[in-house]
């Protein structure tokens, strides 16, 4: 029998560029336990929300993470609307739909690039992040920023979606749409990709139940849970979608879920944007009554979950907020052990962990202590680079 | 739907629970502490439902905690409350049937100070090693 080591894998970013701690007891090449620490981006978000009113707390917990960063808005004045059951305008409905399922496509494609560039396989980091780009434009068109959107706000969205910048959302979404097709039979075909994802990290139907995981960590163990279909909120019960599922559980199926997911994305939004109809984006809403609301949305990583507790102030009196990372992380547990070592690090970055959601962190500040433009510059920049794609 | 679960639980618990339907996808089931955990296990082991979370509340009277139950096929969510009272919060307890809690216990401990009774690896979750001890951050008392 071999003797048995420990291999500290962080907490300087050892897959995403997040730290966290991994401690792996190995013998020879077998992972035998696995431990793991973070705390490491914990800025205290769910205290600081008791401090922000209705009106600002989307902002404040848009900036929990830059990948889902609409995910929690929506939750956010999703769980607001429950406490005194406000019903926001139709267009507003679809609008939110929009926006969910395009930063779903933006997600989805930076997790293919890592994972490809984890094994080893950097034509697909290429090829994902560059066809993630038209998406992130669509984005500053429609909202202004490629993230922290600020679409969201209780009683409906801020912004609306223009008529004439359909035409180029239609025509990112075909691009998305023939470069995804092609790379899904791209993955199901390359040998390589196969074999070093197939029967690797498998997480057993029963091990998803008990470790509770949700989103596309549940689903390509066989489970068929997601919010859009089980608990329908925004537009979701007027769209024709399907719930992708895979029994396997291994990084192969997490990998062909995720892409399937963009695949219905792209129908999704396809679907919103002939179905939209005119009319006011926003209700008024004028006041917050006394009581407590759930407020839930899938998002790309899965169930993302908040829960408000309101005195009837302005101030909510407790915001709860659990990121689907924070289910979803702990089940590397069950996937790592027994596997190889060179394995670890794509097992553990296959449920497309989100550390800033798991800790609720805001967005780190890089001070080169050198003022190269103000602000006023920097946004005018800005405003040029939008006026520049929309042509 | 939600009528027969809201039945179920009540010919289980009889008095030992009080339901409160705010509306039909979301029930609260207000419970004892030494309670909670039972109806927790029979909502998950028996009628099937999902864990979503717990929330700690700081309160006057001791920390609330509530236990968000998702049923996924009743678009429906169930959620437990019961009190921990101060000064020594402590309640029994949910990881040795449901795995999935072991983390947010630990967040609890953490924030607010709750004394999670048989979890087995009550750790620092989030805070740093060099947190002072017993000063606990959701709480009312810490400013923001």
């Known amino acids: 029998m071999s003797e048995r080591c420990i291999i500290p894998i962080g907490p300087y970013h050892p897959l995403l560029e997040e730290p966290e701690f991994f401690k792996f007891y190995v013998e020879g090449e077998k992972v035998v336990d696995a431990e793991l620490r973070i705390g490491y981006n914990h800025r205290g978000i769910e205290k600081l929300g008791e401090s922000k009113t209705y009106d600002q707390l989307p902002f404040l917990v848009e900036r929990i993470c830059g990948i889902c960063s609409t995910s929690h808005p929506i939750a956010n004045v999703q769980a607001a609307e429950d406490i005194s059951g406000i019903e926001i305008p139709e267009r507003a409905k679809y609008i939110r739909t929009i926006v969910g399922e395009l930063e779903r496509i933006e997600s989805h494609l930076l997790w293919v690039g890592l994972a490809g560039h984890f094994i080893g396989y950097n034509t697909v980091f290429m090829w994902a992040w560059r066809y993630r780009e038209p998406v992130l434009d669509m984005f500053e068109i429609i909202t202004g920023n490629r993230n922290h959107y600020a679409m969201m706000k209780v009683g409906g969205v801020r912004r609306d979606i223009k008529d004439e910048d359909i035409p180029g959302l239609e025509k990112a979404l075909s691009e998305v749409d023939s470069f995804t097709k092609m790379l899904t039979d791209a993955v199901l075909d390359d040998p390589i990709i196969q074999a070093r994802t197939k029967g690797v990290g498998v997480l057993r139907k029963k091990d998803a139940i008990e470790m509770c995981v949700v989103g596309p960590t549940a689903r390509p163990s066989g489970l068929k849970i997601d919010v859009r279909k089980d608990h329908p909120y925004a537009a979701y019960d007027r769209i024709n979608f399907d719930v992708i599922t895979r029994e396997e559980g291994d990084v192969f199926a997490k990998a062909v879920v995720r892409l399937l997911e963009i695949l219905e994305s792209v129908k999704i939004i396809r679907q919103c944007l002939k179905k939209m109809p005119a009319g006011p984006i926003e209700v008024e809403v004028r006041e917050i009554g006394k009581g407590e609301g759930i407020g839930l949305h899938e998002a790309p990583r899965g169930e993302v979950f908040h829960y408000i507790r309101s005195n009837g102030s302005n101030y909510p009196e407790r915001v709860k907020i659990r990121a689907p990372s924070f289910m979803n992380v702990p089940s590397f547990k069950k996937t790592v052990i027994g596997e190889s070592i060179a394995d670890a690090a794509l097992i553990t970055a296959a449920v497309d962990p989100c550390y800033c959601c798991t800790e609720r962190m805001a967005a780190i500040d890089v001070g080169t202590g050198k003022e190269i433009m103000d602000g006023q510059k920097l946004i005018k920049l800005s405003q040029e680079k939008t006026e520049q794609l929309r042509k | ?144």
């Not at chain 2, 307890?93 to 009550?122: C, K, M, Q, T, Y």
């Not at chain 2, 805070?127 to 001890?133: G, H, I």
């Open chain 2, 1 to 144: 739907m939600s009528r027969e679960i809201i039945e179920k639980i009540r010919e289980r618990f009889k008095e030992k629970v009080e339901i409160f339907e705010k509306s039909p996808k979301r029930i609260y089931v207000n419970v004892d502490k030494k309670d909670s955990p039972n109806v927790i296990q029979y909502l998950f082991e028996d009628l099937g439902a999902r864990f979503s979370i717990a929330s700690g509340v700081d309160t006057r009277a001791g920390i609330e905690i509530l236990y968000h139950m998702a049923f996924d096929n009743e678009n429906l969510f169930v959620t437990v409350r019961t009190l921990a009272p101060k000064p020594n919060p402590e309640i029994d307890s949910i990881v040795l049937f449901l795995p999935g809690a072991e983390w947010i216990e630990r967040e609890i401990h953490d924030l607010l100070g709750v004394n999670f009774i048989g979890h087995p690896n009550l750790e620092r979750l989030l805070l740093s090693d060099d947190w002072p001890e017993g000063k606990y951050p959701l709480r009312k008392e810490e400013e923001s």
